[in-house]
């Protein structure tokens, strides 16, 4: 079964700088996809960013970008230029593909991470 | 983004009642709907996985006669929480997806109370 595990339970950044969230995940399949969602208070899941195994360039989202290590399985998530409104629990997520049979394409959650921004 | 809308935002029930959470796909048919638990500052824990016209799919540990999952039309899922107990006391959210779309897209969620 796949797992999906963040190490960092909180963060925390000063405005405007860069800080980065680790997501490490298993699975011995080779074709998926994984995405990083944020979940302010509101607790609406917000897509951030994702990222398809097979391709090896980086996905990038303005502020937000990921480096994905497929061999280390391996997918953090950089936020640049930090904002207060950036403030949220940040979750990996991992997910097969396929829509139709056994998979369903659900998601996998890490725990989360806590990210508080300091002004 | 497609949208998806959960309603209520909140409830609160008796000990004993049921409720019944919508979650509708606004703008797409929705192939799969899925249904989360989230208890406080913890991660969703998968409940179900559900496709129209079909039975729901449960995940190990989740009882079926007590969270009835219905998924009628590709626009629309209910999830019912039946003979409610204050352990059933939690943020539920649903998710759902086109079989074309890479992401699925969430609902607003319900947090559900049980007094």
């Known amino acids: 079964a796949q797992t999906v595990t963040q190490s960092q339970p909180e963060m925390s950044v000063q405005e405007a700088e860069t800080v980065t969230l680790s997501c490490t995940y298993d699975?011995?399949?080779?074709?998926?996809?994984l995405f990083w969602y944020k979940q302010p208070p509101s607790r609406q899941m917000i897509l951030v960013i994702r990222?398809?195994?097979?391709?090896?360039q980086n996905a990038t989202e303005n502020r937000f970008s990921v480096n994905f290590q497929k061999a280390a399985k391996s997918f953090s998530l950089k936020i640049s230029d930090s904002q207060l409104g950036d403030a949220a629990m940040y979750f990996c997520?991992?997910?097969?593909?396929?829509?139709?049979?056994?998979?369903?394409?659900?998601?996998?959650f890490g725990k989360g991470t806590k990210l508080s921004v300091k002004p | 983004g497609a949208v998806v809308s959960q309603h209520p935002s909140r409830v609160i029930c008796k000990s004993g009642t049921s409720v019944k959470i919508e979650c509708r796909s606004l703008?797409?048919?929705?192939?799969?709907m899925f249904w989360y638990r989230q208890f406080p500052k913890q991660s969703l824990m998968l409940m179900a996985t559900?496709?129209?016209?079909?039975?729901?799919?449960?995940e190990q540990g989740v009882e079926k006669d007590k969270f009835l999952i219905n998924h009628a039309s590709l626009t629309l899922s209910t999830l019912t929480v039946t003979s409610a107990h204050p352990e059933d006391s939690s943020f539920y959210i649903c998710?759902?997806?086109?079989?074309?779309?890479?992401?699925?897209?969430f609902g607003q969620g319900t947090r559900l109370t049980v007094v």
């Open positions: 997520a991992y997910r097969r593909p396929g829509g139709y049979g056994g998979s369903q394409g659900n998601l996998i």
């Open positions: 559900s496709n129209e016209g079909s039975k729901a799919t449960y």
């Open positions: 703008d797409f048919q929705a192939t799969t």
């Open positions: 699975t011995s399949e080779s074709d998926y996809y």
């Open positions: 990222q398809e195994a097979y391709k090896q």
């Open positions: 998710s759902a997806r086109e079989d074309t779309y890479l992401e699925a897209f």
